[in-house]
């Protein structure tokens, strides 16, 4: 996406900031900079990392229908990543889907955007208007 100028609003919705590591993160906020016009605003929402170190567990099995699917979350924090080692048990048969994601604080998102003139609006902790802290399962930023 090489756009300049073209929208009045973006949005980066749920944990899809968690596809990308820092170095992709801060080209994705260039682009998205870069889109915007004057005066428009990106509506920035992912999980906090702070709150979803309180959530991990050894692991969780669900079950529906008979069929299983089991996580087991690490925490790297070095790289800052979960990696979960998720297997699927349906009509018997297994199958394994590991995959990682990045998690970001409030800090880490603040330093990356600072590298462009955005303004920030709002911050806040959820999707009802939440305070940010400790407590908070997301970051929302809008700017």
């Known amino acids: 996406m090489d756009l300049k100028n073209e929208f009045d609003l973006t949005y980066l919705l749920f944990n899809t900031l968690g596809f990308f590591d820092r170095y992709d993160c801060m080209v994705l906020f260039k682009k998205i900079y870069d889109a915007l016009k004057v005066g428009s605003r990106a509506f920035i929402d992912t999980k906090n990392r702070d709150y979803i170190l309180k959530e991990i567990k050894d692991y969780e099995i669900f079950e529906k229908e008979g069929n299983f699917m089991i996580d087991r979350i690490q925490f790297d924090p070095i790289t800052g990543t979960t990696t979960n080692y998720r297997t699927y048990i349906k009509e018997g048969k297994q199958t394994q889907t590991p995959f990682t994601m990045y998690f970001y604080h409030y800090s880490d998102l603040m330093q990356m955007i600072s ?19 400790q407590n908070a399962r997301r970051i929302i930023l809008i700017l």
């Open 115 to 133: 590298s462009f003139p955005f303004k920030v609006i709002k911050i806040l902790g959820g999707w009802k208007d939440e305070t940010l802290d």
